[in-house]
């Protein structure tokens, strides 16, 4: 069965730093689009942070731009999102999704396979 899981998550103050990591179950990511996308409670999911195969195209959502980076190590079969100077707004559920044949990136519905999802709080 393939899947993705996500880690990394948990309570940080603000202005602190997580890593949230994407590890595939079942198929090796190298050929799949990855994104990293969130939900707060009472808002709709959004695109976080996404990136090609290859590694060659990111995308970010203009409210982390600058404080978040997505990475991937295709031979770890991993995806990072490394996110810095986290805000109390940053805080979500942040899921990993993969997607073999994404034409636009960060769409939801572009990507096949979804993990559960790691809480992420950033409280004082």
């Known amino acids: 069965q393939l899947h993705v899981v996500e880690s990394g998550g948990g309570l940080v103050q603000p202005g602190g730093s997580l890593r949230l990591s994407c590890a595939a179950s079942?198929?090796?990511?190298?050929?799949?689009?990855i994104g990293w996308f969130r939900q707060a409670p009472g808002k709709e999911r959004e695109g976080v942070s996404c990136i090609s195969s290859s590694g060659g195209r990111t995308h970010y959502a203009s409210s982390v731009q600058g404080r978040f980076t997505i990475s991937r190590d295709n031979a770890k079969n991993t995806v990072y999102l490394q996110m810095n100077s986290l805000r109390p707004e940053d805080t979500a559920v942040y899921y990993c999704?993969?997607?073999?044949?994404?034409?636009?990136?960060?769409?939801?519905?572009?990507?096949?396979?979804w993990g559960q999802g790691t809480q992420v709080t950033v409280s004082s």
């Open positions: 999704a993969a997607g073999a044949t994404v034409n636009e990136m960060c769409i939801d519905w572009e990507y096949d396979y």
């Open positions: 079942g198929f090796t990511l190298d050929y799949y689009d």
